[in-house]
């Protein structure tokens, strides 16, 4: 994990201001660039990023740019659909999104990259309960309170509901209430705090915190791991002109090559990022179609 030795050591190689690094990173739409300058890269993201991490993001934005040769702005939003909106329509560049809206607009979208994490560009869902509770499977959550993260989810909501279907469940009348806490965090906070019996979580954000925050996990107890999914990707927008796309994608692709690009990968908690191919995500379609199929007979 980067130390605040180590952030400001980059931060004085990427040539910011100490006093200037702290403040929020953009949260709208791009400024129009002064003239000559080209037009600052928007990269969308969602809360599969822990939405505490404006400094860090600043100090990737810097390295970004230094690498491309042009502003870098991260917008944040907290659902996954307002992000998918703005990637459809123009308004973001490229986002880091996750795999279920990818194969919902997989003819639309290009795949950039996506992450390595623990060695391979994959990772799980997790139901966790209280630590203390006395739940050890899915179905002894019946008819109790369960907190999904986002509708728009494969770990947070899409897995969870057909693994249910898989077991012979309705999936929307397989618990008492649910509630959607619009963050993977918010998630396990849920959890640890007693406000819900179960929920579902990226496997990828609990095991971040469990690094960072071990306090907060060591509140929740895991009870079911999912299979291996396709990593939530970085997709490009649907006008992302080629050129744009491969240098974006060149410099992803070598940044665990970079010290300072090694040391932002370290804070994310991550190896890398890979190329991808819309087949990774083969098995999120697959349960997406299923769960479909399952509404209508």
């Given at each position: 994990?980067?130390?605040?030795?180590?952030?400001?050591?980059?931060?004085?190689?990427?040539?910011?201001?100490?006093?200037?690094?702290?403040?929020?990173?953009?949260?709208?739409?791009?400024?129009?660039?002064?003239?000559?300058?080209?037009?600052?890269?928007?990269?969308?993201?969602?809360?599969?990023?822990?939405?505490d991490?404006?400094?860090?993001?600043?100090?990737?934005?810097?390295?970004?740019?230094?690498?491309?040769?042009?502003?870098?702005?991260?917008?944040?939003?907290?659902?996954?659909?307002?992000?998918?909106?703005?990637?459809?329509?123009?308004?973001?560049?490229?986002?880091?999104?996750?795999?279920?809206?990818?194969?919902?607009?997989?003819?639309?979208?290009?795949?950039?990259?996506?992450?390595?994490?623990?060695?391979q560009?994959?990772?799980?869902?997790?139901?966790?309960?209280?630590?203390?509770?006395?739940?050890?499977?899915?179905?002894?959550?019946?008819?109790?309170?369960?907190?999904?993260?986002?509708?728009d989810?494969?770990?947070?909501?899409?897995?969870?509901?057909?693994?249910?279907?898989?077991?012979?469940?309705?999936?929307?009348r397989f618990?008492?209430?649910?509630?959607?806490?619009?963050?993977?965090?918010h998630?396990?906070?849920?959890?640890?705090?007693?406000l819900?019996?179960?929920?579902?979580?990226?496997?990828?954000?609990?095991?971040?915190?469990?690094?960072?925050?071990?306090?907060?996990?060591?509140?929740?107890?895991?009870?079911?791991?999912?299979?291996?999914?396709?990593?939530?990707?970085?997709?490009?927008?649907?006008?992302?002109?080629?050129?744009?796309?491969?240098?974006?994608?060149?410099?992803?692709l070598?940044?665990?090559?970079?010290?300072?690009?090694?040391?932002?990968?370290?804070?994310?908690?991550?190896?890398?990022?890979?190329?991808?191919?819309?087949?990774?995500?083969?098995?999120?379609?697959?349960?997406?179609?299923?769960?479909?199929?399952?509404?209508?007979?």
């Open positions: 994990m980067l130390t605040r030795r180590d952030l400001l050591r980059a931060i004085g190689l990427l040539g910011i201001s100490p006093s200037g690094w702290c403040e929020p990173i953009a949260t709208g739409a791009a400024q129009d660039p002064s003239a000559g300058e080209r037009p600052a890269l928007r990269f969308g993201l969602t809360p599969v990023i822990l939405d991490r404006v400094a860090f993001l600043r100090l990737w934005a810097s390295w970004l740019e230094r690498q491309l040769g042009r502003p870098v702005v991260f917008i944040q939003r907290a659902r996954y659909r307002e992000i998918m909106d703005l990637l459809l329509r123009g308004g973001l560049d490229l986002a880091w999104i996750c795999g279920y809206p990818y194969v919902q607009h997989r003819r639309e979208l290009t795949l950039v990259a996506v992450p390595r994490f623990q060695g560009p994959r990772y799980r869902s997790y139901v966790i309960v209280g630590a203390d509770a006395p739940f050890t499977a899915l179905r002894d959550l019946q008819g109790r309170l369960f907190a999904w993260s986002d509708p989810s494969n770990s947070g909501y899409l897995y969870p509901r057909f693994a249910l279907l898989e077991q012979g469940q309705d999936p929307d618990f008492g209430r649910t509630f959607f806490t619009w963050g993977h965090r998630t396990v906070e849920a959890v640890a705090e007693g819900t019996d179960g929920a579902a979580v990226d496997s990828y954000v609990w095991e971040t915190l469990a690094r960072r925050v071990p306090e907060l996990t060591r509140r929740t107890r895991i009870i079911l791991r999912s299979p291996l999914f396709g990593f939530p990707p970085l997709a490009g927008a649907p006008g992302l002109a080629p050129t744009d796309l491969q240098a974006i994608r060149r410099i992803l070598r940044q665990d090559q970079d010290p300072i690009g090694r040391q932002l990968l370290d804070e994310l908690n991550l190896d890398g990022f890979a190329p991808a191919e819309p087949a990774l995500f083969d098995d999120i379609a697959a349960m997406a179609e299923r769960l479909d199929t399952g509404r209508r007979t």
